[in-house]
């Protein structure tokens, strides 16, 4: 004998209101899910792989304002803009720390001077942190709305299915049978609310976890670099120092 197979359209189209209510808002969730998905690991893979080649010509070329002007065609790149934001903020406290007097300032003077750009480091610090937490922001921007997903998704199914049970036994009630025959179709549709909401879910879920963890990466590659970028602007105002002693 051929088992009947299942037409999940034909049962859809008998299932209640309510229940077909709360499976266009499962449709809803799935569209918006898999939209965010798709804008997320683009947005993500471009992250990664201008940050990886910014930080090889970073490295390789140890020219600031060369690394600077690279940065400018890589919006794409986290690290990129923090070291843009950083770079910027370096080139006014160089700027003042440039001698405003007579040609042939006195070594006091560029003592003072040297100890305002130990000071003005806090500034750059600042604006490195700032823009770190601006690019984890941009970076976890809409990925909420997964973990939303994930969390409410079965439950709004499992209404759906609760809600299409209690029609079920309601008809029961009006037709005085409870025969398999009568139960089994009414519960059948509703049980397809409960497997379209795990079906939304558990892709929202995977895909959140992989997106926090991929953000995760890009914020400690952040941080590591923002370290090293001031290492590097601390070590030339050591030799600055060193010179003019």
Known sequence: MVPHEINILEMIGKAGLMVQFVLLLLLFFSIMSWSIILIKYRYIRRAFKESAYFTEFFWQSRDLSAAFAKAKHLPGSPIAKVFQIGYAEL??????????????????????????????????????????????????????????????????????????????????????????????????????????????????????????????????????????FLNIIEGDLIRVEENNE
């Open 91 to 228: 080139r006014q406290l160089r700027q003042s720390r440039q001698p405003s007097g007579q040609a042939g300032a006195s070594k006091n003077r560029d003592s003072d001077a040297l100890v305002n750009g130990f000071k003005g480091m806090d500034n750059v610090k600042r604006a490195l942190r700032r823009s770190i937490n601006e690019e984890t922001t941009r970076m976890t921007q809409l990925v909420p709305f997964l973990a939303t997903t994930g969390n409410t998704t079965p439950f709004i199914g499992l209404f759906g299915t609760v809600w299409g049970i209690m029609n079920s036994f309601h008809g029961i009630g009006l037709r005085g049978s409870a025969s398999l025959a009568v139960v089994a179709p009414g519960i059948s549709e509703a049980l397809v609310a409960t497997a379209a909401g795990l079906a939304v879910a558990i892709p929202a879920v995977i895909a959140f976890n992989y997106f926090m963890q991929k953000i995760r990466t890009i914020e400690s590659e952040l941080q590591s670099f923002s370290a090293d």
